[in-house]
C-alpha cells in the first residue's frame, strides 16, 4: 500500500520545496494524475459533449457522463441525474436558492442558516428572503461552534420551509449535526441544503443518511481543477424545478416564443459544459478514494494536534471553536495578541508559509465571535508534521518582528 | 526595503506608538475609510482654517501598515494648504502604484516615502492607500465629510 510520503510525490508543487502550503481550506492542490486527466481530455476526446453525432463527441459526452456516475457514487446519490455539475459551491447553492427558493417560499415563511454560514451560504438566502418577504432566521452555536439540539428545535418552526447549513465551518472547522437537524427540518415540512464544500474533501458523505435533499460541493478544495463542482438534488425536487439559466443545451424544443426544456440534469446545464474539468473531478475522487477517508482523518487529526498544541504554547494566541483538535476538521483559525492577522499573514509569506488571514467570507461569524479579522492555518493529508513545525517556528517569530519585545 | 526591515524600522514606531491617533473635538471635516476585505477601518478627523489644515487626527483599527501610513500621513499634512495634501496624496499614491519613483517628487512625502516598497507587496497596498485616500477623498469632496 502507498504511503502518506508516496502520494505527497504526486504534487508537484509541493515537490517544489518553496511553500508550506496551509490554505487548505481555501484551495487544495492537484496531484499529477488530476493534472494529466484533464490533460488527455483535451488531447484525446475533446468534441462539444451532448450534440454532436460523430464519434468524437459521444466520446467527449461518455466520459462527460460517466465523470457524473463518479460523483453520484461518492456521495451516495440514487442516481446519476441527481448530480448537476456546475462551477463551484456558491453556483450550486445560487440554483438551489433561485429555482428552489424563489419558487416555494412565500411571504412570512422562514429560512433558516446558521451565523456560521459562509456568504454563499449565506447571501443567496437573504435574497430569497428579501424577494419573497420571507424571514431569515440564524441558529447561533456556544462558543466551541456547537448548534446545539435547543437552538435549531428553537429556531426551526412550522414556518421553516428551508434549512440551510454549512456541514463543516471553513472558520470554527467544527462538523455540524447535518443528520438529526435535517431529520428535524423535514418534520417541521422544511427542506434541508446542505453546503459540503469543507466536508467532502475530508469524510465519506451520503447525501441519503444524512438527508440532504441538496447538498453543494466545489472539485477545487478537494483536488480538483478550480471551475467544476457540483449540485446533488432529490430526483423529485430537481424534476420540479426551473431551469437557473437558459441558453443552448438545455432545451428539448424552441420556437419564436417558447421553450420546453431538456430533462434533467441537463436542463440545470445551459451552455457548453465543462467536460474536461468534470473528467478531472473524476479523478480526484478516484485519487481520495484510493488514499482514503481514513488515512486523511488519521494524518489531519495527526497534524492538527501537533498544530494546537504548538499554539497553546504562545499565551499570546488565541484559537476559535473546540478544545479537542478532532473536531476541527484540520481548521485552526487564531488571533495573535497586538497583531494584525494581515501582517501575521505577510511576515509568514515572507517566510514562504501560506495561511489565510481575513474574515473568510464569513463577515457575519467575525461579528458573533467578536474579532475583525482572524488568521487561519487549515492541513490537507498531503500536509507533515515538519511542516506544521516550520509554521509554528516562523509564527513564535513574528510579535518579534512586529516590535514586541522576545 | 525588505518586509520585516520596513516593520522594524518605520511602521512599528508609528504603529505601537502613534502620534496622532485618537477623537478629536469639534473637527470641521470626518470621514470614514474602510478597507472591506480586510478590516482597516479609520476615521480621519480634520481642522481647517483659510484652506489651511490646522490640526489633524485619526481613529479606527486594522493592520500595522494601515495604522502607520495614516500616522506619517497626518505628520506630512498638518499645516499644509488643502491642494497641497491632495497634490502629496497623488504624489503617493502613484509612489505605492510604482509609477512614482524619481527621488525629488518623494522627497516631498518625506517620511512616508519609506512605504515605496510597498509597491512590491501587492496584497498590501490597499492598506498603505487608505488614509491618503480618505484624505483626499475628504478634501476634494467636503461635502460628504461634515461633521455631524
Redesign the interface.
Known sequence: MASLGDFRKDFDILNSGDYVYLDNAATSQRPRQVLDAVSNFYKTSNANPLRGLYDLSMAATEQYENARAVVADFIGASRPEEIIFTRNTTESLNLVAYSYGLENVHEGDDIVITVMEHHSNMLPWQMVAKKCKANLVYMEPTEDGTITKEEYESKITDKAKIVAVGHVSNVMGVTNPIKEIAAYAHSKGAIMVVDGAQSAPHMHVDVKDLGADFFALSGHKMLAPMGIGALYGRYELLEKMQPFLTGGEMIEYVTREDATYAEIPHKFEAGTVNAGDAVGLAEAIKYLKNVGFDTIKEQEEKLTTLLMEGLKKMPYIKVFGSKDPAKHCGIVTFTMEGVHPHDMASVLNDDHVCIRAGHHCAQPLMQFIGVGSTARASVYFYNTEEEVEIFLDKLSKVREVMGYGA | M???QL??EIV??H??HPVHKGKMENPDLVLRGVNP???D?ITLQLKLKDGVIEDGMYDG?????SQASVDMMVDQIIGKKKEEAIKLAGTFMGMIKGDITDEASLEELDEAAALQDVAH?P??VK?AVLGWHTMQEMLENPEKAQNS
Not at chain 2, 61 to 65: D, L, R, T, W
Open positions: 525588505e518586509l520585516k516593520y522594524r512599528n514606531e504603529n505601537l476585505s480586510c478590516g477601518d483599527s486594522g493592520c500595522a501598515i507587496m496584497a498590501r492598506c
